[in-house]
């Protein structure tokens, strides 16, 4: 059974920094796309970013420069490095992967999905 599983959420300050990790089990996903998505309330789940097998890294505008995503292939891990948070940064964040080792940004082709760790970022 695969799982994906997020830690490290919170409630900060604006301009702290938080690192979310996601553990993969059941399966390797050394070679595909994994990303990460949130959903604030009342709002549709948004991308925030991807990485590719390669290391290949891929970004929403408003987290460029702030956000950085990474994996550990050999831990079968994802994390998320988030800087300088904002309050509108608040949100449930979701890690996901797909079958692919193709990045894309549309939520709908992503395979698999964590249950969420919340941020929330006070001003």
């Known amino acids: 059974q695969v799982r994906l599983v997020e830690s490290g959420g919170g409630l900060v300050q604006a301009g702290d920094s938080l690192r979310l990790s996601c553990a993969a089990s059941?399966?390797?996903?050394?070679?595909?796309?994994m990303g990460w998505f949130r959903q604030a309330p009342g709002k549709e789940r948004e991308f925030v970013a991807a990485?590719?097998?390669?290391?290949?890294?891929y970004y929403r505008d408003s987290v460029k420069g702030r956000f950085t995503i990474s994996r550990d292939n050999a831990k079968n891990m994802l994390y998320l490095q988030m800087n300088n948070l904002k309050p509108e940064d608040t949100a449930v964040y979701y890690c996901?992967?797909?079958?692919?080792?193709?990045?894309?940004?549309?939520?709908?082709?992503?395979?698999?999905w964590g249950q969420g760790t919340q941020v929330t970022v006070s001003s």
């Open positions: 990485i590719d097998w390669s290391g290949g890294t």
């Open positions: 996901a992967a797909r079958t692919s080792i193709l990045v894309v940004t549309t939520r709908n082709d992503y395979n698999y």
């Open positions: 059941g399966r390797t996903f050394s070679r595909n796309a």
